[in-house]
């Protein structure tokens, strides 16, 4: 059994697939929070700060979440919503943090199904989860964007950083690149040694820095510096189009 916060078609608006028409899955539910990306929220009068996804990571909002106990009921949604289309899209899992499910049955059952099409399977992931990839091999199939928290998550290094899972899926999976958000403020101090430590871990992946955002407002706040800092150091920028198009990012 797993919990999914939304499904949706849309396009991808963050790393190297941006631009290409995905279907979305959101997964529930985070080993993290990430209370310095700065997104305020209120739950029953309480302010809370998170993600630009609290929304599936908090569990104050299990209410809303949709719990997936049998893998045929939602790949019969997938089919319909497929058919819809007119084509088998690339498909995004995304969060919260999907890898908390990936030893979940009814899961791995709708990633082998997905596998099964042909279906390019990207996750969305922080990396701190460390998966068994010759328990399911399937996850070798599929395509892992590294989205490693940096300090100004908010989270301590020890949490946002796990060696071996990172190594585990860098070895294993057919594609996986690295994909940072920061910020101005961070541009200006340790992005730049923060990064480079991972790389000293990972240094074949390709690296993609975005810029914090959970709206229009606080992208242009962090875009430009996030440019240059691209531009100095021979990374690839990563804009956030469905913010940029839709200024938000719960359904598009
Ligand atoms: S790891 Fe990702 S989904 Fe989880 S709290 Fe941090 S930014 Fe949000």
Redesign the pocket.
Known sequence: MFYLTEQFFSIQGEGKYAGVPSYFLRTAG?N???PG?GAKYEIGGEIRY??D?YF??DSSFVKSWQKIEKSIDLIGQLESEFAKIGYLPHVVIT???PLMYHKDPVFYEVISWLVSKNIQVTFET?GTIEIDFETYPLYKQCTFSL?I?LSN?GEPKQKRIHLEALKAIASQAQEVFLKFTIDTALVETTALNEINEIRTILPKLDVYCMPVGESRDTIWKNDRSVFYFCMAHNFRYSDRLHIRVFDTTQGV
Request: proline letters at 0%; one cysteine or more.
């Open positions: 985070c993290l929070s990430c990306f998170g993600c996804t599936a990571v969060g919260g943090e922080n989205s928290k998550s």
